[in-house]
């Protein structure tokens, strides 16, 4: 069964620093992964997706990179604004079409 | 707009009460998908659904139940077999597909309570 972490759980920047999260998966055989953003209350934004294939995607400030074979995916998060703040979730498509979710992180910009 | 809306936004459940929260979607998307996320934890699979009249049980399908009649709606009941309720409820959609390009979309969430 396909486990998610991000790591760390939660994390605290000022405004304009770069930052980079983490999400590591135990099986490689996957159709995708996709990272979300969560405001408090809300639902689930979705960032960025990127496909077994592909090795990054970029969006504006944001960079999303992949490796399969490690099991890793991170988050760069160019010049941190405060706008920033929420929770950051990445999931998991496995070959079976199941999604597996990672707890998130939350990030705290501060001005 | 294109969506998926979700409602209640808030709900609250007295003991031995069934509820329904209500998930449609204007996507033309043939999957929809039923999750629960509690503090501090990812999101948990409740039911999901590839097509009209047909759908699954996910990983915490106890005490919950779910009807696809229509391809834009999938309505998920909290029945009284569901002793621990309380949680933030989302619905989202895809296409469906299979593709390694399939996008999940989510609606904006009902947090429910028990009274």
């Known amino acids: 069964k396909q486990e998610v972490t991000q790591i760390p759980a939660a994390l605290s920047v000022p405004e304009g620093e770069n930052l980079v999260l983490n999400c590591s998966f135990t099986?490689?055989?996957?159709?995708?992964l996709q990272w979300f953003r969560q405001d408090p209350g809300k639902g689930l934004t979705s960032l960025l997706l990127i496909q077994s294939s592909q090795r990054e995607q970029t969006s504006g400030r944001l960079n999303a990179s992949l490796d399969k074979s490690s099991g890793r995916s991170t988050l760069y998060i160019a010049a941190s604004q405060p706008g920033d703040s929420a929770t950051y979730l990445c999931?998991?498509?496995?070959?079976?079409?199941?999604?597996?979710f990672g707890a998130g992180t939350r990030l705290t910009v501060k001005p | 707009d294109g969506g998926i809306t979700q409602s209640p936004k808030y709900l609250f459940r007295k003991e031995g009460q069934n509820v329904t929260l209500s998930c449609e979607q204007n996507l033309n998307h043939d999957a929809m998908y039923w999750y629960r996320q509690d503090p501090g934890q990812g999101l948990r699979l409740i039911y999901y659904s590839q097509i009209v009249n047909d759908f699954q049980k996910g990983d915490i399908a106890e005490g919950y139940s779910v009807s696809r009649e229509k391809k834009e709606s999938f309505p998920l009941t909290v029945t009284s077999a569901q002793k621990n309720p309380t949680a933030f409820y989302l619905c989202?959609?895809?296409?469906?597909?299979?593709?390694?390009?399939?996008?999940?979309?989510f609606g904006s969430g009902t947090q429910l309570s028990v009274l």
């Open positions: 989202a959609s895809s296409t469906g597909q299979g593709t390694t390009n399939e996008k999940l979309f």
């Open positions: 999931a998991v498509r496995g070959n079976n079409n199941d999604m597996r």
């Open positions: 099986d490689s055989a996957i159709y995708n």
